[in-house]
């Protein structure tokens, strides 16, 4: 059955007979089953169709089955048909997993209306799958570089790319936006993962050993050298070279990195033998490595050899949405390594995490729910507002920081949203278009498309 599938579950026949007509009629394939366990029995992770089932059944009803089909897999759209009476029960069970409910008697293309839609939500669904099969697991890296704006999707789809080719790489971002972590997630979904990941920091290397730490030396390359020695960049062959705050390599280190990136090969020191490099190098730098090659503090040859690709790394206040389900997560995984409970988060919190500059980013957060799970004090819960910006720009600001916990907090579903922030449905409608709010960036996966 590997044809998008309705599985269509009523015990009266006039009614199946209706539904597999109207459905077929618009070019939708249906098999019609009189009893739930049926169904059951064609269900699995791979299918790549629906179940509508009624709710009313002998034997086992359609709550039941409902319950059984997500145990199967937890998100398969799932769609209800329900009496007048049963409204009520209907708009329940979709809080606890259902996509969605048809009451009846309900008009044809309305049935195939919320068919199509479920369809398209189940082909997407595999989609993913598949792609999150093919690159690793999607999983492993949302775990390493967790949001959901729209530039951490953006820089997450440039990763997977990326991955899939030996192409060097530079990363350009501030402080504490995770140029390592991106480096390392780069390596992990990649080919070379199972070889070495060898980090560098340009900034630390000693000044007289620089040389010797990056390509080794031979025994008697230099007093002191009584045995060869691997360097750095030979530990790392088939793997992943890192070259963090690669702005502070001297001049005349990037002459011989220049080489090194072009042709592939090092020597040691004291040696005339090329040594082969099949590596990947990625470089980063919180400085625009173009405006320092400009100025003559970088070589532009060298520059133009690392990026191949750029990937650039957001601060924190451009994705302010990320911050409080990112806060959330770091609290849980602080309390994990200090092995205690992870405490309450009450919302006021969030907006006060949320319109926080961050200049630390990433970093700088971390350490604050560190200190949070700790049961130590936040210094920032009480946020002195931006001088510079208007009353209308720190009101607004709020605003949207309040409405994107709140989706947080109760994982998109609207109608806990809007009650929870005391606006009506319209309100909240209206907040979200204004400030390019969308509930799918705030559900979690097993729920995301719950209606309310």
Not at 331 to 353: M, W
Request: proline share 5%; net charge neutral; glycine share 6%.
């Amino acid at each position: 059955m590997n044809e998008p599938t309705i599985l269509f579950v009523d015990d009266e026949e006039h009614l199946r007979l209706a539904a597999k007509q109207t459905l077929e009629l618009a070019d939708l394939k249906v098999t019609c089953l009189p009893e739930a366990t049926l169904a059951l029995d064609l269900l699995d992770r791979s299918f790549p169709g629906i179940l509508m089932s009624d709710i009313r059944m002998p034997k086992m009803d359609g709550l039941t089955l409902m319950q059984r089909a997500l145990e199967i897999d937890a998100e398969l759209p799932i769609v209800l048909i329900t009496g007048h009476g049963d409204v009520a029960l209907a708009v329940d069970t979709m809080r606890r997993g259902a996509y969605d409910f048809i009451e009846k008697p309900f008009a044809a293309n309305h049935l195939v209306e919320v068919a199509r839609r479920a369809l398209d939500k189940r082909r997407l669904t595999l989609e993913n799958r598949h792609l999150r099969s093919a690159v690793g697991g999607r999983d492993r890296l949302e775990a390493r570089l967790m949001g959901r704006t729209k530039t951490m999707v953006q820089l997450r789809q440039q990763i997977r790319a990326v991955a899939q080719t030996d192409a060097d790489v530079l990363l350009i971002g501030a402080t504490g936006t995770g140029k390592e972590v991106a480096a390392r997630a780069l390596h992990a979904i990649s080919e070379r993962a199972d070889a070495p990941f060898v980090a560098i920091n340009c900034a630390a290397l000693p000044a007289d050993l620089i040389e010797s730490e990056l390509f080794g030396h031979e025994a008697g390359a230099f007093p002191g050298a009584t045995r060869s020695r691997y360097g750095k960049f030979e530990h790392a062959r088939g793997g992943t070279i890192f070259l963090d705050e690669i702005e502070s390599m001297p001049m005349t280190l990037q002459v011989k990195l220049l080489r090194v990136v072009q042709d592939r090969s090092i020597m040691r020191l004291g040696s005339n033998d090329p040594v082969p490099l099949n590596v990947r190098f990625i470089a980063a730098s919180k400085l625009d490595l173009e405006s320092e090659a400009e100025a003559g503090r970088f070589r532009s040859d060298l520059l133009y050899r690392l990026n191949v690709v750029t990937l650039r790394m957001p601060k924190l206040a451009e994705r302010r949405e990320d911050i409080p389900p990112l806060f959330t997560q770091l609290v849980s995984e602080a309390a994990a390594r200090y092995k205690s409970t992870p405490p309450p988060i009450p919302s006021f919190l969030l907006v006060s995490v949320a319109e926080r500059d961050w200049p630390g980013n990433v970093r700088e957060l971390r350490n604050a729910a560190d200190r949070y799970a700790l049961g130590l004090d936040l210094d920032f819960v009480q946020t002195v507002p931006d001088q510079t910006k208007t009353l209308s720009d720190r009101v607004s600001s709020f605003e949207r920081n309040a409405i994107a916990t709140a989706l947080t907090t109760h994982h998109g579903r609207l109608k806990e949203t809007y009650e929870a922030l005391g606006l009506s449905r319209k309100s909240l409608y209206e907040k979200m278009q204004k400030y390019n709010l969308s509930r799918e960036d705030f559900g979690v996966a097993s729920n995301e498309n719950s209606p309310e």
